[in-house]
């Protein structure tokens, strides 16, 4: 007799699936029983903010609720087959790229082999869609005698490399107290009926890291949609930070306030025009909040052109099993593999 716990059982499955043996790809890839056409490839690799941990939950919630084909690509150790982050140079699967319609980059320092580094190189080239995630204002550092170093996050050949050409800023410093001040998104009153926006008010944004310095203004094109307000600690609640006194002045963190995320469109040698989306923000457990998650879902569909389908109502609800862990160097979760995020 068929039993209804298995029909739901069915019905999840599709949801979470592997191409291939989960056990033999050192990627996640998620296929959608009700899949709405389009493939958004994540390209993850930080030390300290727990890219290996936000960007699959975002990757499911995007593909289980709204019918995106999702990749989620890792820094793997080659002779164990686990997700080590503080590997640089080796991110396997970018080959998926080459029919991806988005973008979502989360690395820090990546130092790739020309082979790997020519897949994203070549994409953001076509001019498709790119959200860039906290370091990824430097996402590469490439020695200058190899053919992508102009990519590296400070360099001369393109200014300041792919953060500063394309995301709009390259790593400057941290604005907010490293590990001591939080973040918490407030929306510009002239944006708060943007698409990426819809739905979230003041404060819903949080993320325990701390707010990015940013030269101010951006580069022409750029157009903050989130401001991040430094806050007093460590908690949603705390209220925003004290003045300081610096060198007998009065320096405030919050006067003038730093954009936390930000659109820009930009016209490349392809002669389309890209469409890019990027934040300071990312902490893993900054996705907990529900007003993250929600910017980051929102931003999927304004970067690939569906903001009319954006009502600030989609559901960005927790997949399977989320608990991330704290940001900070050599403390990744250790000896897991790509298919263990499944669960």
């Known amino acids: 007799m068929f039993q209804p716990w298995l ?17 033999e790809t050192p990627w996640i890839s998620l296929k959608p029983e009700n899949h709405n056409g389009k493939h958004i490839v994540f390209v993850t690799g930080d030390e300290e903010y727990r890219s290996e941990e936000g960007m699959p939950q975002l990757a499911k ?6 019918g995106f084909h999702c990749t989620v690509l890792f820094s793997i150790d080659a002779e164990n087959g686990c997700i080590d982050p ?33 897949h994203i190189a070549d994409f953001v080239e076509s001019g498709k869609p790119v959200i860039g995630l906290r370091t990824s204002t430097h996402a590469f550092d490439i020695p200058n005698d190899r053919k992508y170093h102009r ?10 490399g792919f953060g500063r050409q394309i995301m709009g800023e390259t790593w400057i410093a941290h ?6 001040q939080s973040t918490s998104g407030i929306i510009p009153a002239d944006m708060k009926q943007h698409p990426i926006v819809r739905g979230i008010n003041d404060g819903e944004i949080w993320d325990p890291s701390d707010v990015y310095t940013v030269r101010l203004p951006l580069p022409d094109g750029c157009i903050p949609v989130v401001m991040g307000r430094v806050l007093s600690g460590m908690n949603p609640e705390d209220g925003p930070c004290e003045p300081e006194e610096r060198d007998g002045k009065t320096f405030d963190k919050n006067n003038p306030i730093m954009p936390l995320a930000w659109v820009r469109e ?3 040698s392809s002669g389309k025009t890209q469409r890019v989306f990027s934040t300071t923000m ?3 457990q900054a996705f907990t909040r529900e007003g993250s998650r929600r910017l980051l879902v929102q931003a999927c569909y304004w970067c690939l052109g569906m903001e009319e389908k954006i009502d600030g109502k989609g559901n960005v609800s927790i997949v399977g099993k989320f608990k991330p862990t704290s940001f900070g160097f050599n403390s990744h979760t250790k000896n897991v593999r790509p298919k263990d995020l499944l669960d």
């Open 7 to 23: 029909a739901t059982l069915l019905i999840w499955i599709p949801t979470l699936v592997t191409a291939g043996d989960p056990a």
């Open 61 to 66: 919630i995007l593909s289980k609720h709204h």
């Open 86 to 118: 503080g590997v640089l140079d080796n991110i396997p699967g970018l080959k998926a790229l080459d029919d991806a319609d988005l973008l979502v980059l989360f690395t820090r320092f990546r130092n790739l082999p020309d082979e790997q580094m020519k």
């Open 151 to 160: 990519w590296s996050f400070r360099n001369d050949q393109w200014k300041d």
């Open 175 to 180: 604005h907010g107290g490293h590990g001591w």
């Open 266 to 268: 930009l016209k490349g």
């Open 282 to 284: 990312g902490a893993s």
